[in-house]
Nanobody
Framework: QVQLAVSGGGSVQAGGSLRVTCTAS????????MGWFRQRQDKEREGVAV???????LYVDDAKGRFIVSRDLAKDSIYLQMNSLKPEDSAMYYC???????????????WGQGTQVIVAS
């Protein structure tokens, strides 16, 4: 099983920025879309941003203009740069590999571990 290692996250004041990184243990995932999902307290996990091997991307509406998803195929990594963070962005953020480029959790076939993001007001 390919491992997806997540790093980054942490605590920040509202308006601040954070970057999270997800690295696959195999280059075999280069052909798959990958993305970021989050789970807020007492909420279902939701898609935040996804990107394919051609750098086509999709964002959830409230991430547009604030978050940037990127990918470095040579490093088998994807990144989520989160700017202008709001308290409501506080959640556990997960990386996943998808069967298709969409924001639905149903397309995830492999999850990385989560990383906590806390945005203080």
């Amino acid at each position: 099983q390919v491992q997806l290692a997540v790093s980054g996250g942490g605590s920040v004041q509202a308006g601040g920025s954070l970057r999270v990184t997800c690295t696959a243990s195999s280059s075999s995932y280069r052909r798959y879309p990958m993305g970021w999902f989050r789970q807020r307290q007492d909420k279902e996990r939701e898609g935040v941003a996804v990107i394919d091997s051609d750098s086509n991307s999709l964002y959830v509406d409230d991430a547009k203009g604030r978050f940037i998803v990127s990918r470095d195929l040579a490093k088998d990594s994807i990144y989520l740069q989160m700017n202008s963070l709001k308290p409501e962005d506080s959640a556990m953020y997960y990386c996943g590999a998808l069967t298709k480029l969409e924001l639905r959790t149903g397309s995830i076939f492999n999850w990385g571990q989560g990383t906590q993001v806390i945005v203080a007001s």
